[in-house]
């Protein structure tokens, strides 16, 4: 069982800035990690991936705006988010891939209102 769990969530204003953490048991090394968003009425979306070696992909709706990135020493990762809009308005959800299965954090809470 690997354990996973966001942070960083809030209400920011419209061009505004967050940064969301996701830490996991184990050794997210060997993970490919992904963020997700969930908004009220909407199916869940991935936001941005992270692969074991680096390599990212992000929905068409945040590129430009997002960065993930990894930590793999403090086994995190981190969603950078820029230039936000009323639209990215969602839930933020982790999800570790990793070999043995796949695992979700309980969600974060982003708002963008002005």
């Known amino acids: 069982q690997v354990q996973v769990a966001e942070s960083g969530g809030g209400l920011v204003q419209p061009g505004g800035s967050l940064r969301l953490s996701c830490t996991a048991s184990?050794?997210?090394?060997?993970?490919?990690m992904t963020w997700y968003r969930q908004a009220p009425g909407n199916q869940r979306e991935l936001v941005a991936t992270i692969s074991t070696g680096g390599s990212t992909n992000y929905a068409d709706s945040v590129t430009g705006r997002f960065t993930i990135s990894r930590d793999n020493a403090k086994n995190a990762v981190h969603l950078q988010m820029n230039s936000l809009k009323p639209e990215d308005t969602a839930v933020y959800y982790c999800n570790a891939r990793t070999t043995i299965g796949t695992y979700w954090g309980q969600g974060t809470q982003v708002t963008v209102s002005s």
């Open positions: 184990g050794t997210i090394f060997f993970y490919t």
